[in-house]
């Protein structure tokens, strides 16, 4: 069985500080792991995944993630928010890859001025 | 770039009634998916479609709904008789596999079902 806990269901940061958003993931099989980002009225934008090989990815718009099999995490971060990353964000779990992904429940990002 | 686009942006129907959800891919995406969030909820996976056949679904798409891929271009779902807890935000998702393996899914903006 597959899930995704995402701790923090709103998160806040200022201008220029660090954004760290959690993600714990349990999975039978290796995972694959996914950060999407939904900002509003629009669709899930995928930020960064993890297949195999470097545990460190790098996706767009400076975020990066790590996965760590012994904390089950795939936390996502960036060194410095902009306003422009206030958006939804969703951890996602799968065991194939794209097809039958696994997401949590979101986490609202606010950057205040 | 290339998207996946959905249409309506938002459909409002009467319970019982049958409500087709459409969808066009990317043009050479090879797998199709429907994923659906109700209000404050989890993004839920219902089905995917590959070759012309359902691949996997889960246990939300039950024989009420459907899904076709009726032509080169569109991907559809159908509801045969909505109920109100079928109101949620339906994302359809492309993907293609690449160097041998299936990884990322490009979605659509949604189509929002409201069922009164």
């Known amino acids: 069985a597959q899930s995704v806990t995402q701790l923090g269901s709103h998160v806040s940061v200022s201008e220029g500080a660090l954004v760290l958003l959690r993600c714990n993931y349990s999975?039978?099989?290796?995972?694959?792991l996914f950060w999407y980002v939904q900002y509003p009225n629009q669709g899930l934008q995928l930020l960064l995944k993890?297949?195999?090989?470097?545990?460190l990815v790098k996706g767009i718009n400076g975020f990066e993630a790590e996965f760590k099999k012994s904390e089950t995490s795939f936390h996502l971060t960036k060194p410095s928010a902009h306003m422009s990353d206030a958006a939804e964000y969703f951890c996602?779990?799968?065991?194939?890859?794209?097809?039958?992904?696994?997401f949590g429940t979101g986490t609202r990002l606010t950057v205040i001025p | 770039e290339p998207e996946v686009t959905q249409t309506p942006s938002h459909q409002v129907t009467q319970m019982g009634q049958e409500v087709i959800l459409r969808c066009v891919p990317i043009?050479?995406?090879?797998?199709f998916y429907w994923y659906r969030q109700i209000l404050g909820q989890k993004v839920e996976f219902l089905v995917s479609?590959?070759?012309?056949?359902?691949?996997?679904k889960s246990e939300i798409f039950d024989d009420q709904f459907s899904v076709e891929r009726p032509d080169g271009s569109n991907f559809t779902l159908k509801i045969r008789s909505t109920k109100l807890e079928d109101s949620a935000m339906y994302f359809c998702?492309?993907?293609?596999?690449?160097?041998?393996?299936?990884?990322?899914?490009?979605f659509g903006q949604g189509t929002r079902l409201t069922v009164v």
């Open positions: 998702a492309s993907s293609r596999p690449q160097q041998g393996a299936n990884t990322e899914a490009f």
């Open positions: 999975s039978s099989v290796p995972p694959y």
């Open positions: 993890y297949t195999t090989g470097a545990t």
């Open positions: 996602a779990v799968s065991r194939t890859g794209a097809n039958n992904l696994f």
């Open positions: 043009s050479n995406h090879l797998y």
């Open positions: 479609f590959y070759n012309n056949e359902i691949s996997e």
